[in-house]
């Protein structure tokens, strides 16, 4: 069975900090799916990055960045010098290719303080 | 890009009554929908998937007698809460899929039931 964990349940930085939010999962198939999803107070997600479990390069975007390990399971989001617009929850998820249902995981609280 | 749009974003309703929620994929086919609630602090725990012209199909620990599902076309599926109650409220979010865009999600349903 699928599962996500995000271990960090609310994270509080000072803007132009950087800060790495965590995401841990398992599967037992070989062909999955990673992605990050940011969820702002009006409730709508916001997709940030996919990435298949056969391309492990890591990828930047702005001041966004991710670290994905097969080795450790792991798909590690890091936002570089954090402002406040960053606030939001941010949710990891996961999807197995053989039955497209998307899990995610108990998701991260960022809070960024001026 | 992929437009999901769900409706109503937010009801109120008396508790007993039933209460239908639109999700349309607006510019491509879905060849499924998932349906997902959200508690408030919580993560979005996926309640069933849809796949147009057969019967969904629930997670476990979701009532499917009070939890309706219709998928009737590749653009439109409903969810249907029936003798709605109070510990029914939550936001209740869909999302559609395809080859071509992957998830799109709607915009969500705030349901209060007094």
């Known amino acids: 069975a699928q599962k996500v964990t995000q271990a960090q349940t609310e994270i509080s930085v000072v803007e132009k900090e950087d800060v790495t939010l965590d995401c841990v999962y398992e599967?037992?198939?070989?062909?999955?799916?990673l992605f990050w999803y940011k969820q702002p107070p009006s409730g709508e997600l916001v997709f940030l990055i996919r990435r298949n479990s056969f391309d492990e390069q890591n990828e930047i975007s702005g001041r966004y960045s991710w670290n994905f390990q097969k080795s450790t399971s792991s798909f590690n989001f890091t936002i570089t010098a954090s402002q406040v617009v960053d606030s939001a929850v941010y949710f990891c998820?996961?999807?197995?290719?053989?039955?497209?249902?998307?899990?995610f995981g108990t998701g991260t609280r960022l809070q960024v303080f001026p | 890009g992929a437009v999901v749009s769900q409706h109503p974003s937010w009801v109120i309703c008396k508790s007993g009554t039933s209460v239908k929620i639109e999700c349309r994929s607006l510019d491509f086919q879905a060849t499924t929908m998932f349906w997902y609630r959200q508690f408030p602090k919580q993560s979005l725990m996926l309640m069933a998937t849809?796949?147009?012209?057969?019967?969904?199909?629930?997670e476990q620990g979701v009532e499917k007698d009070k939890f309706l599902i219709n998928h009737a076309s590749l653009t439109l599926s409903t969810l249907t809460v029936t003798s709605a109650h109070p510990e029914d409220s939550s936001f209740y979010i869909c999302s559609a899929t395809d080859f071509l865009y992957g998830y799109t999600f709607g915009s969500g349903t705030r349901l209060t039931v007094v």
């Open positions: 599967t037992r198939d070989t062909t999955y799916y």
């Open positions: 849809s796949n147009e012209g057969s019967k969904a199909t629930y």
């Open positions: 998820a996961l999807s197995e290719a053989n039955t497209d249902k998307l899990i």
